[in-house]
């Protein structure tokens, strides 16, 4: 576990040991959950991102305006789960999974330069020509019309229940 301290893990023996697999799990992944709160209400939303590890945060984008930027802009802090699902073992009524949970805090970037690098970290983590995508689909004129949002972790673990091989 990075960061995290209220909990311990109930079954421990899941508990993933180490960062680089957590990472592994969230590079390997299209998208994560995100749960968030105003006024007693949660809220939860589905996302692509982009991870950036040096940094310690997730990217996404979305538009300027609706629930998601209400919510947020009332309460920045968020818990949010990224998911592999390794599927349903026949006959054992086990499911095979690895999981990270974070705990983070999100703002909203306004600097140029700064949307340009999550945009190109996004089209980096999806497309098979990002350099072509880049240059056709980041243009001054989006890097302003377009909001991104950064999610700062602050805690992080993971936990898997891998099937059992025959």
Same mark, same amino acid.
């Given at each position: 576990?990075?960061?995290?301290?209220?909990?311990?893990?109930?079954?421990?023996?899941?508990?993933?040991?180490?960062?680089? @697999?957590?990472?592994?799990?969230?590079?390997?992944?299209?998208?994560?959950? *995100?749960?968030?709160?105003?006024?007693? &209400?949660? =809220?939860?939303?589905?996302?692509? =991102?982009?991870?950036?590890?040096?940094?310690?945060?997730?990217?996404?984008?979305?538009?300027?305006?609706?629930? &998601? +930027?209400?919510? %947020? $802009?009332?309460?920045?802090?968020?818990?949010?789960?990224? +998911?592999?699902?390794?599927?349903?073992?026949?006959?054992?009524?086990?499911?095979?999974?690895? $999981?990270?949970?974070?705990?983070?805090?999100?703002?909203?970037?306004?600097? *140029? /330069?700064?949307? #340009?690098?999550? *945009?190109?970290?996004?089209? @980096?983590?999806?497309?098979?020509?990002?350099?072509?995508? &880049? &240059?056709?689909?980041?243009?001054? $004129? /989006?890097?302003?019309?377009?909001?991104?949002? #950064?999610?700062?972790? *602050? /805690?992080?673990?993971?936990?898997?229940? %891998?099937?059992?091989?025959?």
């Amino acid at each position: 576990m990075i960061g995290m301290e209220a909990y311990h893990m109930r079954r421990s023996e899941l508990a993933m040991k180490s960062e680089a @697999e957590m990472l592994e799990v969230i590079r390997g992944q299209s998208y994560l959950t *995100l749960a968030m709160c105003k006024d007693d &209400k949660p =809220y939860m939303v589905t996302l692509n =991102y982009a991870f950036d590890p040096r940094q310690n945060c997730f990217y996404f984008h979305c538009a300027r305006g609706g629930r &998601k +930027i209400d919510t %947020l $802009s009332a309460n920045p802090f968020v818990c949010g789960q990224v +998911i592999e699902d390794l599927g349903y073992v026949e006959g054992e009524c086990e499911y095979g999974y690895r $999981s990270v949970m974070f705990e983070g805090r999100v703002t909203f970037l306004d600097d *140029l /330069s700064e949307r #340009r690098r999550a *945009l190109e970290a996004m089209i @980096e983590s999806y497309e098979h020509h990002p350099e072509k995508a &880049k &240059k056709q689909l980041i243009q001054q $004129s /989006s890097l302003e019309k377009v909001c991104i949002g #950064r999610i700062q972790v *602050l /805690s992080m673990s993971g936990k898997e229940s %891998l099937p059992k091989k025959k």
